[in-house]
């Protein structure tokens, strides 16, 4: 397996642009978490989906943040109106039904830049 | 609620021993992680040790959990340049058997 799989790696986007971000996790796995990391606020859960349904999404900053997936195999992370404070690594991490010594796959993230 | 927290920076000499410590708060956590992040990439999981457990070796690692103190260190032995990494611990619950809770991650420097 080639692992979970993220795109773009850079973006570098204009302020107000909308941005998208993709992830396709780990075949199998039926859980798909999004998170963001910054300097100031270290790792953030955004939101996460058990089978393709979001199931806590108190993590998302505000509504410009959304999130889908539309099968088990994608998922995508979207910002519209995108913002400076907006920039941040964009991580997004898959795993199997129960944690128990599998823990997290994570994907190599997407560095987001808004100017 | 949950709280997991790391110190921010270690600093070691290449060939000494690391302890890199963690704090958690959720008494009925599960499983306790820990995680590596190198430049430029995302964590990748080193090791876990399930909380019945008092301690774990894994090759350089062990892993020792003091559930009383609700403490968890990872301890690299014979650290070399390569261990260079920010090193994240995490807990499962079965109060939130869906996700981890992160700590702040700990920036661990080697130096020759």
């Known amino acids: 397996d080639a692992g979970v799989i993220q795109s773009p790696r850079h973006e570098v986007t204009e302020m107000g642009q909308e941005v998208t971000l993709r992830c396709k996790p780990i075949?199998?796995?039926?859980?798909l978490f999004w998170y963001r990391q910054t300097m100031m606020r270290g790792l953030e859960l955004l939101i996460y989906?058990?089978?393709?349904?979001?199931?806590?999404d108190s993590g998302m900053p505000e509504d410009r943040f959304s999130a889908k997936m539309p099968n088990a195999s994608f998922s995508t992370l979207k910002i519209q109106p995108s913002e400076p404070r907006d920039s941040a690594v964009y991580f997004c991490?898959?795993?199997?039904?129960?944690?128990?010594?599998?823990?997290?796959?994570f994907g190599s993230g997407t560095r987001l830049t808004v100017v | 609620g949950e709280d997991v927290e790391q110190s921010l920076f270690l600093s070691v000499r290449e060939g000494d021993s690391s302890v890199i410590n963690c704090t958690y708060t959720d008494s009925s956590s599960t499983y306790l992680y820990w995680y590596k992040q190198e430049p430029g990439a995302g964590l990748q999981l080193l090791t876990y040790?399930?909380?019945?457990?008092d301690m774990k070796q894994d090759q350089r690692l062990t892993v020792l959990l003091n559930k009383k103190d609700k403490h968890l260190s990872l301890r690299i032995a014979d650290t070399q340049t390569g261990d260079s990494a920010i090193y994240f611990c995490a807990e499962s619950s079965p109060r939130n058997t869906d996700k981890l809770i992160f700590g702040t991650g700990t920036r661990l420097q080697v130096f020759p």
């Open positions: 040790i399930f909380s019945n457990m």
């Open positions: 989906f058990n089978n393709n349904v979001p199931i806590d």
């Open positions: 991490a898959s795993s199997l039904v129960r944690q128990g010594g599998y823990g997290y796959t």
């Open positions: 075949s199998g796995h039926d859980y």
